[in-house]
């Protein structure tokens, strides 16, 4: 099951061009995007009303767009507008409209009700596109339901063990307790390790004298949205007071869309505010990330298939676990809210 009623993140925006049909499978539906001849968004439901072929595989007609298997037209509202050999075309022949939005570089969509769609309650990702920021885009498909990923998101205390050439730092970060806050749509996550080794991806990009202050700051709320402000500066320069000096400043992007039940499209970026005329340090941070990301990829993964071989399974909760345990706790809550309004909606 998941959450319908929020916004998820559909594609990067240059995934979509005004010639192609993009076709991507969110929360177990088939979805198609494309642009109008005027740039617009919109996307459909990517399953032909008639005999339910994917309108992905068929054309572009302009703004419409036809099936190729028995060459009905549908309109950018999905209303299907030509049926050929057809005198009359019922009016229930469309298929479903889903609002979207793009902002920041990320196509956003909602996959519940369209009339509760508020544009407002999109997160902010302004650093994606920011000039004072510099990032590059990432993408990797995980085989694996997004509840396992986001626990990993939860718990850092994984960095010095999964990414110690990478993200990881010394094994002082792991035994760090983080500030956990719940918020009404998921939970805070505050991270100070103080006079601790910089990790690797970073040391390949700035010099430090000695040790630094590390913090990771971030939001995770529902669907499964992670925005977080993190960095290191030397220690003893101010940062745990808010002074940033000689920082090396990031401001992670990260969105983890259902594929299905087990599988998880996850869009990324880390933006960095230092030597951002320097397209090498982007590169250097961005392929630091991506090797993370598939560390992570790989550990979640095996996780996920041990798992598979023993239902019954209870796993220990450890006081590490709490962000991880309030952040399932919400998903749960809105999906009971949600299946009570569909029922109480059904029953008037």
Same mark, same amino acid.
């Given at each position: 099951?998941?959450v319908?009623?929020?916004?998820?993140?559909?594609?990067?925006?240059?995934?979509?061009?005004?010639?192609?049909?993009?076709?991507?499978?969110?929360?177990?539906?088939?979805?198609?995007? %494309?642009?109008?001849?005027?740039?617009?968004?919109?996307?459909?439901e990517d !399953?032909?009303?008639?005999?339910?072929?994917?309108?992905?595989?068929?054309? !572009? &007609?302009?703004?419409?767009?036809?099936c190729? %298997?028995?060459?009905l037209?549908?309109d950018?509202?999905?209303?299907?507008?030509?049926?050929?050999?057809?005198?009359?075309?019922?009016?229930? $022949?469309?298929?479903?409209?889903?609002?979207?939005?793009?902002?920041?570089?990320?196509i956003?969509i909602?996959?519940?009700?369209? &009339?509760?769609a508020?544009?407002?309650?999109?997160?902010?990702?302004?650093?994606?596109?920011?000039?004072?920021?510099?990032?590059?885009?990432?993408?990797?498909? %995980?085989?694996?339901?997004?509840?396992?990923?986001?626990?990993?998101?939860?718990?850092?205390s994984?960095?010095?063990?999964?990414?110690?050439?990478?993200?990881?730092?010394?094994?002082? %970060?792991?035994?760090?307790?983080?500030?956990?806050?719940?918020?009404?749509?998921?939970?805070?996550?505050? !991270?100070?390790?103080?006079?601790?080794?910089?990790?690797?991806?970073?040391?390949?990009?700035?010099?430090?004298p000695?040790?630094?202050?590390?913090?990771?700051?971030?939001?995770?709320?529902?669907? $499964?949205?992670?925005?977080?402000?993190?960095?290191?500066?030397?220690?003893?320069?101010?940062?745990?007071?808010g002074?940033?000096?000689?920082? $090396?400043?990031?401001?992670?992007?990260?969105?983890?869309?259902?594929?299905?039940e087990?599988?998880?499209?996850?869009?990324f $970026?880390?933006?960095?505010?230092?030597a951002?005329?320097?397209p090498?340090?982007?590169? +250097?941070?961005?392929?630091?990330?991506?090797?993370?990301?598939?560390?992570?990829?790989?550990?979640?993964?095996?996780?996920?298939? +041990?798992?598979a071989?023993?239902?019954?399974?209870?796993?220990?909760?450890?006081?590490?676990?709490?962000?991880?345990s309030?952040?399932?706790?919400?998903?749960?809550?809105?999906?009971?809210?949600?299946?009570?309004? &569909?029922?109480?909606?059904?029953?008037a």
């Amino acid at each position: 099951m998941f959450v319908k009623n929020t916004w998820y993140v559909a594609a990067w925006d240059n995934e979509v061009t005004e010639s192609n049909l993009f076709s991507r499978t969110i929360t177990g539906i088939p979805v198609l995007l %494309y642009r109008t001849s005027d740039g617009a968004l919109h996307a459909l439901e990517d !399953r032909c009303c008639h005999r339910g072929a994917p309108l992905s595989i068929g054309r !572009r &007609e302009g703004d419409y767009v036809r099936c190729m %298997y028995h060459g009905l037209k549908f309109d950018p509202t999905g209303q299907c507008v030509e049926a050929p050999s057809q005198q009359r075309i019922p009016p229930q $022949a469309r298929v479903r409209a889903f609002p979207v939005v793009q902002r920041n570089r990320w196509i956003w969509i909602w996959m519940g009700d369209p &009339e509760k769609a508020d544009p407002h309650l999109i997160p902010d990702t302004r650093w994606l596109d920011d000039p004072a920021w510099r990032s590059l885009d990432g993408y990797i498909h %995980y085989d694996v339901n997004y509840l396992l990923i986001a626990d990993n998101l939860l718990d850092f205390s994984h960095l010095p063990f999964v990414h110690p050439t990478t993200l990881g730092g010394g094994e002082d %970060y792991a035994a760090v307790q983080p500030k956990v806050e719940r918020l009404d749509d998921g939970v805070r996550i505050i !991270r100070w390790a103080l006079n601790t080794e910089a990790p690797p991806f970073a040391t390949q990009v700035k010099n430090w004298p000695g040790k630094v202050d590390r913090w990771n700051i971030y939001n995770f709320t529902i669907p $499964a949205i992670l925005l977080m402000d993190s960095g290191m500066a030397p220690t003893g320069t101010g940062a745990p007071e808010g002074t940033r000096v000689d920082a $090396a400043e990031f401001r992670g992007c990260q969105a983890l869309t259902p594929e299905t039940e087990n599988s998880t499209h996850y869009f990324f $970026a880390h933006p960095h505010n230092f030597a951002i005329d320097n397209p090498e340090v982007t590169k +250097s941070v961005h392929q630091s990330v991506v090797t993370a990301f598939d560390e992570d990829r790989e550990i979640v993964t095996a996780q996920q298939k +041990s798992l598979a071989l023993a239902p019954n399974f209870k796993m220990i909760p450890f006081s590490i676990d709490a962000a991880l345990s309030q952040f399932r706790w919400v998903v749960e809550r809105r999906l009971v809210e949600e299946a009570e309004a &569909e029922r109480q909606g059904k029953a008037a």
